[in-house]
């Protein structure tokens, strides 16, 4: 075989071994939320590479046999190229020096790198040579995969079941390489954040202090409280008896419509939605708009009132700043 067939041959052999690293790297890295979608849409790119990960031991054993094949071959090709010119002794040694840094750089690393860096579109686009490799290699593929799990049998090394449900922590994770490439606004990027962090906000965070919450005593009249509503912009007011510390009611806008003016407000108010300050605030969500309410009462571990939640404060947790008619937007105003 002349030398031109062997350097020939040796290039197609590295070109094998770069196609199965870079290959197995793009699709290990592939974003695996966008492959499920373009799944279940019917790409059938998508939907090949979704099978061939249900099996990664075969997967995995395609991309094995396909780098050390090629490996093999041309290492065995350049030893008897180098051998027809350099003495015996040190065909290993030229041999060592030439092929190492074409195997890792232009076989293994340089790919590898291409594979990370444009992993989904490359996988969609490598399944469909890579699924003709895994029927080619099959039988060896498979004799590999049932050695393997007979010495993974002698050591008693059970398969773990992977749960096919993302936990929050991997989610965020997911969040964070998204963010990284920029894939979504700074806005969206903001509310998704948020929503993460919902589940550990209880309504302590959030409460408005009882010293900040504007309310009315039991026997105010009725036309005072409609002058407060009037002046604070505020549709409903909590109602207390004695102390602050003592809520015994709610009183709305369109209860006082027909009131009589000089009436107590007592006569008007219905019993308020009440919750513990340790309460998450995803409960008191699901509650508010379970039975209608958009306040709530907050109480301490002596069943005194410490201050108040309005559904307002709540969607603000995720969504920012929400101004009605009656705010006033500050200059620089930023919401926390």
Not at 7 to 12: F, G, H, N, P, Q
Not at 42 to 55: P, Y
Not at 190 to 211: A, C, G, R, S
Not at 295 to 323: C, F, W, Y
Request: aromatic share 10%.
């Amino acid at each position: 075989m002349s030398t031109i067939y062997y350097i020939a041959i040796i290039i197609v052999c590295l070109c094998m071994e770069a196609f199965f690293a870079g290959t197995e790297m793009s699709i290990i890295s592939g974003n695996k939320l966008k492959m499920r979608y373009l799944a279940k849409k019917g790409n059938k790119a998508a939907q090949k590479i979704e099978t061939l990960l249900k099996k990664p031991q075969l997967f995995l054993s395609t991309t094995l046999v396909g780098v050390n094949l090629g490996i093999i071959i041309a290492s065995t090709l350049a030893s008897r190229l180098i051998s027809q010119w350099a003495p015996a002794h040190l065909v290993n040694v030229y041999t060592t020096f030439i092929m190492l840094p074409l195997i890792l750089f232009f076989g293994e690393i340089i790919p590898m790198t291409i594979g990370r860096t444009y992993s989904t579109k490359l996988s969609l686009i490598l399944i469909y040579p890579l699924s003709l490799a895994y029927y080619v290699l099959y039988p060896v593929i498979r004799l590999f995969s049932l050695i393997s799990e007979q010495i993974a049998g002698l050591f008693k090394l059970n398969r773990q079941h992977k749960n096919p449900f993302l936990t929050r922590e991997e989610l965020m994770f997911i969040l964070e390489d998204e963010i990284k490439r920029g894939s979504e606004s700074e806005y969206e990027k903001e509310i998704i954040k948020k929503i993460f962090q919902f589940q550990d906000i209880t309504v302590d965070d959030i409460m408005i202090p009882l010293n900040k919450v504007i309310c009315v005593e039991a026997s105010t009249p009725c036309k005072t409280v409609i002058e407060l509503m009037h002046t604070s912009g505020f549709s409903r007011l909590p109602v207390y008896e004695g102390n602050p510390e003592n809520m015994i009611g709610i009183i709305r806008t369109n209860k006082l419509l027909r009131a009589e003016y000089d009436k107590p407000v007592r006569k008007y108010i219905f019993k308020p939605y009440t919750a513990m300050q340790s309460t998450p605030i995803r409960n008191i969500l699901w509650d508010l708009q379970l039975n209608g309410r958009q306040m709530v009462i907050v109480h301490d571990t002596q069943n005194k009132a410490v201050g108040m939640v309005t559904l307002e404060d709540i969607m603000e947790r995720v969504v920012g700043s929400i101004m009605d008619e009656y705010d006033t937007v500050p200059e620089n105003y930023q919401h926390e």
